[in-house]
């Protein structure tokens, strides 16, 4: 089987240090919860940026800032920046980090619920145009898909031009669409030959999600934004640890671990 990307999801726009004292907000903090899982094995960071307050934002300055910090650190790891953002941003707002040219970056495939009356919305039009400046740009889109409609979205887009094979898929499971083996085998089996995908577990979701991503030859993400718990009721002391956890997982279940170079190879990136 193929080696097995890890993606760590470090900051989320929504989880906050009253979740877990270690969510990180200052770039600095950024920094240090990106070389936790980037030493314990991640080779992408899907990453959002707050304000030192912990608001989100999408400022181009900082991420930029952001990605400095993080490249210091981990000068060979993949950063992909959100263009997801925070439920109620512009696109304009959202699309700024792609005016870094980053080597990839989210390009959210449908609208959905956000948990009480937050609806994260993104209409044909937006995915069309984000897809569309993410082309032009160099930069290769990560699908994320909260239900299997959103899978039918990119498949319609790219047979429109919008969005170029092989596709990336993440499926984000326990949001809207439950997690389950036969949810995940069920998106697995929409997408088209030659894609890669990886999956997300929101909450207790995600160790099991990960343990069958690993067995089923998909990828993994982890990472403060989708769950803040080592184990139930342990709060994670950092990102590395919930990175770690899947490692053991893998080495366990027989698959090696991609480095940022495995990785840029199998995704195809630039
Ligand atoms: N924070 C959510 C509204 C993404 O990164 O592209 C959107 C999100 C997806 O997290
Ligand atoms: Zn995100």
Redesign the pocket.
């Known amino acids: 089987m193929e080696k097995l990307i890890i993606t760590a999801?470090i900051c989320?726009?929504e989880v906050t240090k009253e979740n877990n004292p270690n969510v990180p907000y200052t770039v600095e903090e950024i920094g240090r919860e990106a070389e936790s899982a980037y030493k314990k094995g991640a080779s992408i960071i899907?990453l959002?940026v707050r304000e030192d307050d912990g608001t989100p934002t999408q400022s181009k300055d900082r991420f930029k800032a952001c990605i400095e910090e993080i490249k210091n650190r981990c000068p060979d790891v993949i950063i992909q920046p959100?263009t997801?953002g925070a439920v109620g941003m512009s696109d304009e707002e959202r699309l700024q980090p792609t005016e870094l040219y980053p080597e990839m970056a989210?390009l959210d495939c449908g609208t959905l619920n956000f948990g009480g009356d937050e609806i994260f919305v993104n209409t044909e039009n937006t995915i069309k145009n984000f897809a569309k400046i993410m082309n032009e740009r160099g930069i290769k889109p990560e699908i994320e898909v909260f239900d299997k409609g959103m899978v039918d979205y990119a498949i319609r887009f790219h047979r429109q031009g919008f969005i170029k094979a092989p596709m990336h898929f993440d499926f984000v499971l326990g949001v809207q669409m439950t997690a389950s083996a036969r949810d995940l085998a069920f998106l697995v089996d929409s997408i088209p030959q030659g894609s890669t995908w990886t999956v997300a577990g929101v909450g207790r979701h995600e160790l099991p999600m990960a343990a069958l991503g690993i067995v089923m030859g998909g990828h993994v993400r982890v990472g403060f934004?989708d769950n803040v718990y080592l184990e139930k009721g342990v709060l994670a002391k950092s990102n590395g640890e919930l990175v770690e956890k899947v490692v053991r997982l893998a080495k366990e279940l027989g698959r090696e671990i991609a480095t940022p170079e495995e990785t840029r190879k199998i995704l195809g990136l630039r």
Do not use: D, F, P, V
């Open positions: 999801a989320g726009a899907h959002h959100s997801g989210t934004e």
